[in-house]
């Protein structure tokens, strides 16, 4: 029997290319948005709700003998649209299929994919609607003053980085809203996550024993703050509304300094209430995401297709503070 050496077994009986019997995934970040909604349950049918509302009475000093002044009580209009229809659309040719080591295993993640992109979408779409509903957009810089506070703002932490200051502020700026002070949520980009986890007042409590209890075993867990900020439970999403336009001159929350932060730099922060009942944003949907396939026999291939209907909108205003920020760490 002839002996064989490593040149000699190389040149027929190695494979040169091993293919595993693994596919690698990407890495998926938690969604939370969606349990801040008031999602609304008696909007049966057509796109297009409307929620009427009353304002305040009012008091008047009062003449001995002369004629008290009746008023009337101002109203409004909430209208609220079913504007998004979506879907995610995947196929595979049979050819494909019967040919492809990984063929059925690429067709078994078609529905989970395609879940999970709407799912990012409406995380977007939410997160995006809570700043875009203020005055101005997110095209035109606008400080959304309500009973004398701003309630949008640039980061007073330098060069338009987040800073304490900016979270006591909105705070601040709710509760002159008369926004209950509980349930409260910040939802801010990882740039502003890695400034708070790198503030001696919160991480050194040995030098800073008012912070001792606040911050005491890690930074987070998942998305979360272990504890929280000035009331704020802390959460790091990368889906909020990033690049946005603004044009007009940004300020910090005192209206007294002009921050400077590229569009491309920009990120929208969001803190508000999410109290039952007075949570900022209504939504409804119309359609759950509905998955429907086939085969088609004319194209001879599987076809996956998974749709959804739904709309949101920022209901109460004065129950959202917004705060640009930069990216750049």
Not at 107 to 118: D, G, H, M, N, W
Not at 121 to 132: G, P, R, V
Not at 200 to 206: A, G, Q
Not at 289 to 302: H, M, W
Request: hydrophobic share 40%; charged share 15%.
């Amino acid at each position: 029997m002839p002996s064989m050496n490593a040149a000699q077994v190389s040149t027929h009986l190695t494979r040169s290319n091993l293919w595993s019997s693994m596919l690698k995934d990407i890495l998926l970040d938690e969604l939370e948005a969606q349990k801040w909604v008031d999602w609304m349950s008696d909007f049966p049918d057509g796109t297009t709700f409307n929620i009427p509302s009353v304002g305040q009475a009012s008091t008047q000093d009062i003449t001995d003998d002369e004629p008290i002044v009746y008023e009337s009580l101002d109203t409004g209009n909430f209208t609220f649209t079913i504007d998004v229809y979506t879907g995610s659309a995947h196929y595979i040719t049979r050819q494909a299929l019967q040919d492809s080591f990984y063929g059925n295993r690429v067709l078994s993640s078609f529905v989970p994919k395609e879940s999970r992109a709407i799912a990012e979408q409406l995380e977007t779409n939410i997160l995006n609607k809570a700043s875009a509903g203020q005055t101005g957009g997110l095209a035109t810089w606008n400080a959304n003053a309500i009973n004398g506070k701003n309630h949008r703002y640039a980061g007073s932490g330098g060069s338009g980085a987040i800073a304490l200051a900016d979270v006591a502020y909105a705070k601040l700026a709710l509760k002159k809203a008369n926004v209950p002070m509980t349930g409260l949520i910040g939802i801010v980009p990882p740039e502003s996550g890695f400034v708070f986890e790198t503030l001696t007042n919160l991480v050194n409590v040995s030098n800073n024993p008012q912070w001792e209890g606040i911050i005491n075993t890690g930074i987070t867990t998942g998305m979360r703050f272990i504890k929280n900020v000035y009331g704020f439970d802390i959460y790091e999403s990368n889906y909020l509304p990033t690049n946005v336009a603004l044009s007009g001159t940004l300020q910090e929350y005192d209206a007294s300094t002009t921050v400077t932060i590229t569009q491309a730099n920009r990120v929208m922060s969001n803190f508000f209430s999410a109290s039952p009942g007075v949570q900022p944003i209504t939504g409804a949907m119309r359609q759950m995401p509905i998955v429907d396939s086939e085969f088609n026999k004319d194209l001879q291939r599987e076809e996956y297709v998974t749709t959804a209907r739904w709309g949101v909108k920022l209901y109460r205003p004065e129950n959202m503070v917004s705060i640009v920020t930069t990216t750049v760490v």
